[in-house]
Each structure stands twice: as structure tokens, then as C-alpha cells.
């Protein structure tokens, strides 16, 4: 960077060197120092951790010279700083409830590109894009909207299984899946973790007879094992799905105890094969499902909804 002297002569330059890792850089993931070596007074050198860090102090040092009236002389002026982060998951979910009213935003790009850098700039670094959260499918009346609540067959065609949702075409099918993946590797391409939430696997409700999208072709004989192969299909098409969130207790769809099913469709993660966590709602879990999710390999986590059920209260 250099400033103006006289007629546009350029002066003496402004360096920012970068660098990831390496002697001096801090131990904790997504940190970073900023400093100013003393045989050096026009350079700012910025040190990260890792990728995150490193983006972080360089979105500091751009909002520096974005708020200044002289940019220049502002970075001139930045003190060594460093940064490390307060909680190591810093997370937002995004609930799909409806294809009226979320269909247009799940497949604009423009929407998501603008939304991912917002949350990248802000520290965010996990994104959970969350489907079939809109009921409680044990004991719900009159579901209609079903929309992405049992997903596989919103997304993917799973060889040896004749399952699909009713009124939804293999293009639409298609373009579902396409989204999930652009926006999932899109999130991966700012640092921002992508975990998707499968929050129902449920796949019919008895007091809801007429959903607009019927799911057809699953029966209590094969509905473990489509869900397993559905989610190693999903998984499969998206390698820059990082985490499942799962809804495991009763108002997910799934009877309690619920082991053996879990079981069948968390041996997906293991079939893959790649690093993934498991993120539980805690309700319903015990020692049993813990059990089952460990067998995996995954990392796994169970979750709490902290604010509204606990610290609220």
C-alpha cells in the first residue's frame, strides 16, 4: 500500500505481511496476533492459527481502514493486537418451514452470498440449515405443509429403494439437492462449518391424512434402512457437510426408546467415512444413544436449547 507524495509519486510503501502457523503463532484455533516489528515501522505483520484466524485479523485491518477518513494513517496507527476467540462454536440456525414462504430464499444465490459473507465477517462459524423442525410429528393435527420435513426424498434418489415424495419432480428433486450443495460448499469457502439439521424422520403422521407432499414407497419394514441409505446418498453428494443435528426423541417421529433405528441410520456417518460430528437435541438421549453415536466415529455432541428451556427458566 502506498501513499501519494508530490505529483503521484508513490512514498514509502505500507506492508502487511501474512502468514498461517509457523514459530510465533498463537496455539488456540481461530486466534491471531497483529503486530509492528521494530526494525520494520511500516509493516503490520498478522499471524494466524489458522485460515479462520488469519481472515479474522485481516476483516479487522479492512474495517480499520473502511471507517477511517485517511485509511492509510489509520493503519499506520494500529497497535499490535490479538485475538482469541470467547466460545469455539459461534453458531446460527436457518429453518426451512415452508415452501411458500422459504422456497425462494433456499434457492437464491445472490441472497446466499450475501448472507454467508455477512456471517463470515461477523465471526460466525457454523451455519445449521435446518429441515423438518416445523412439527411435532407424534401427535401434530392436520400437518399439511410437509415440505423437506423427511428429507431424503426431497434430495436424493437412493438406488433400490422406489421412494419419492408425491407432487415433487426429478428436476425438482434435483434442484433441491444442487442448492444444498452449492450452498453448503459455499459456507465451507468462507470458514463457516455447515451442519445440517434433520430435525423429522417421520415419514407419514396418522393425524394428519393429507399432507401435500405424500411419501411414498417407505414402510415400517424398510424406513431404517431408506433413512440410512438416504443419508449416506446425502452425504455422499455433499462432502462439504461437516455436521448432523438430529432431533432424536419422540417429537422427532421416531418412538422411544428408539436405538435400534438410530443405529441403522447413524451407520451412515461410519459407511462415509469422513470426519463428521453429531450434534443430539438432548431430550430423549441416555446412555444407549450415546453409545450409538459414538460407534460411529463421530465426533458427537448433545445439545441443549439453552436459552428457552433452561437459562430462561
Known amino acids: 500500500i502506498r501513499e501519494p507524495v508530490g505529483r503521484g509519486v508513490p512514498g514509502e510503501p505500507l506492508r502487511i505481511s501474512l502468514a498461517v502457523g509457523g514459530s510465533g503463532a498463537p496455539a488456540t484455533p481461530e486466534s491471531f ?38 485509511p492509510l494513517h489509520a493503519l499506520l496507527a494500529t497497535a499490535p493486537a490479538q485475538g482469541v476467540p470467547a466460545t469455539p462454536v459461534r453458531s446460527v440456525s436457518r429453518i426451512f418451514v415452508s415452501d411458500v414462504e422459504d422456497t425462494p430464499w433456499l434457492h437464491d444465490r445472490e441472497f446466499w452470498d450475501a448472507y454467508l459473507t455477512e456471517l463470515a465477517t461477523h465471526r460466525i462459524n457454523r451455519l445449521q440449515l435446518a429441515f423438518g423442525m416445523q412439527y411435532n410429528y407424534s401427535y401434530d393435527l392436520n400437518v399439511r405443509d410437509n415440505y423437506l420435513c423427511f428429507a431424503y426424498p426431497f434430495l436424493v434418489d437412493v438406488p433400490g429403494y422406489d421412494v419419492r415424495a408425491g407432487g415433487v419432480s426429478d428436476d425438482e428433486r434435483a434442484r433441491n439437492l444442487e442448492t444444498l450443495q452449492w450452498v453448503s460448499a459455499e459456507a465451507k469457502r468462507r470458514g463457516i462449518g455447515f451442519q445440517l439439521g434433520l430435525w423429522n424422520h417421520a415419514y407419514e403422521m396418522p393425524e394428519s391424512p393429507q399432507p401435500r407432499y405424500p411419501i411414498i414407497g417407505v414402510t415400517p419394514e424398510n424406513h431404517a434402512e431408506y433413512a440410512s441409505a438416504g443419508l449416506e446418498a446425502l452425504l455422499r453428494a455433499c462432502p462439504a457437510i461437516d455436521g448432523l443435528t438430529f432431533r432424536v426423541h419422540y417429537e422427532g417421529g421416531v418412538p422411544e426408546p428408539g436405538h435400534d433405528f438410530w443405529r441403522t441410520v447413524m451407520s451412515a456417518v461410519s459407511r462415509v467415512g469422513r470426519p463428521l460430528e453429531i450434534d443430539m437435541h438432548a431430550k430423549g438421549v441416555d446412555a444407549g444413544l450415546l453409545d450409538v453415536a459414538r460407534g460411529t466415529g463421530a465426533s458427537v455432541v448433545v445439545s441443549a ?8 427458566l
Open 305 to 312: 436449547k439453552y436459552w428457552a428451556e433452561h437459562l430462561g
Open 33 to 70: 496476533t497483529v503486530t509492528r516489528p521494530a526494525d520494520r515501522p511500516r509493516t503490520i505483520a498478522v499471524v494466524g492459527s489458522d485460515g479462520r484466524g488469519l481472515a479474522y485479523a485481516v476483516l479487522d485491518l479492512a474495517d480499520v481502514a473502511a471507517l477511517a477518513t485517511d
